[in-house]
């Protein structure tokens, strides 16, 4: 049996008829656990972060640094993993 990751921790820091605004904080190994994104998203690293991301045609690392940005289409599915060992944190903005 696989021992259970921990999960992030999600703050939301502005929720109203435009955005949606989400803080992320993951401890080394924490997870999103398996979603689907409902709308389009933007993505700032606030720490340096070594993402594995957990697709349905397999998983992939991604390394960011701190204050780079990316942007996804709605209908991406995946899990988000901290793959490093040091905390991450990371603000997605989801536009309505």
């Known amino acids: 049996m696989t021992e259970a990751r921990p999960q992030a921790v999600p703050t939301t820091l502005l929720d109203d008829n435009v955005v949606r605004i989400t803080r992320w904080d993951f401890a080394p190994g924490a997870e999103t656990g398996h979603h689907v994104h409902g709308m389009g998203y933007v993505v700032v690293p606030m ?6 991301l957990e697709e349905p045609d ?19 599915e995946h899990n988000v993993v901290n793959g490093g060992d040091a905390p991450m944190a990371f603000i997605e903005i989801e536009y309505k």
């Open 58 to 76: 397999g998983p992939r690392r991604v390394d960011m640094a701190a204050g780079a940005a990316y942007r996804r289409d709605a209908g991406v």
């Open 47 to 52: 720490t340096d972060c070594q993402f594995l």
